[in-house]
């Protein structure tokens, strides 16, 4: 049985974080991704970056098991470790030493707005621990800027998230960075991305 799911947003803003991506990747080392989703982001990109070693993560089964499939149907077994378990609010993560010693960047795409706002403190938190000065981490996601929605379309979205769960909603940028800096990150680039989202990335100080 075929275990792979299929995120039409994944395959529409694969390229646009791919050219974020070669930016600001090392050219080696683990590369965590929380919130792996379906998997179609994490295999893509381990193509289209060999030097580094993509790590998989959600706390959800039928997303890890989506995950393993895409892997296997890739023909990456041999370079990409399975997903690991990771519950972003669960710390510490439970990461191997060889996941510690050789990581590097920690990717997060689409995770704050359909979470708590724990969630986002920490993501911040762990990622401090985990992350070596210098090192980077990189949201994707719809943000507010200066509390305001960049878009109609985005306020509207955010009303839909609020419909489903009062902990949901699009994140204003300025209070995330806040949050970044007392985990002792500092924020280098926020790019504006198709769809009205941002790429942002902090690096460890």
Not at 103 to 132: A, D, G
Not at 151 to 156: A, C, D, E, T
Request: hydrophobic share 35%; net charge positive; proline share 5%.
């Amino acid at each position: 049985m075929d275990e792979r799911l299929f995120f039409p947003a994944t395959e529409r803003n694969s390229y646009s974080i791919h050219k974020v991506l070669t930016k600001y990747l090392p050219k080696n080392g683990f590369v965590l991704e929380i919130a792996s989703g379906s998997g179609e982001h994490a295999v893509t990109f381990q193509k289209l970056f060999p030097g580094i070693t993509w790590q998989t993560s959600d706390p959800v089964i039928v997303h890890r098991k989506s995950i393993s499939a895409w892997i296997r149907h890739k023909g990456l077994e041999e370079k990409m470790p399975p997903p690991i378990n990771i519950d972003v609010e669960q710390k510490p993560w439970d990461l191997s030493e060889k996941i510690k010693l050789n990581l590097k960047f920690i990717v997060c795409i689409n995770l704050l707005h359909i979470s708590s706002w724990s969630c986002t403190e920490s993501l911040f938190e762990e990622s401090s621990n985990q992350l070596k000065k210098g090192d980077s981490l990189m949201l994707y996601g719809p943000f507010k800027i200066n509390g305001e929605h960049t878009s109609s379309s985005n306020q509207l979205f955010d009303r839909s998230l609020k419909s489903k769960n009062q902990k949901w909603g699009v994140r204003d940028l300025e209070t995330v960075h806040l949050v970044a800096k007392t985990n002792g990150f500092e924020k280098l680039e926020f790019i504006e991305m198709p769809a009205n989202n941002l790429s942002v990335i902090f690096r460890k100080i």
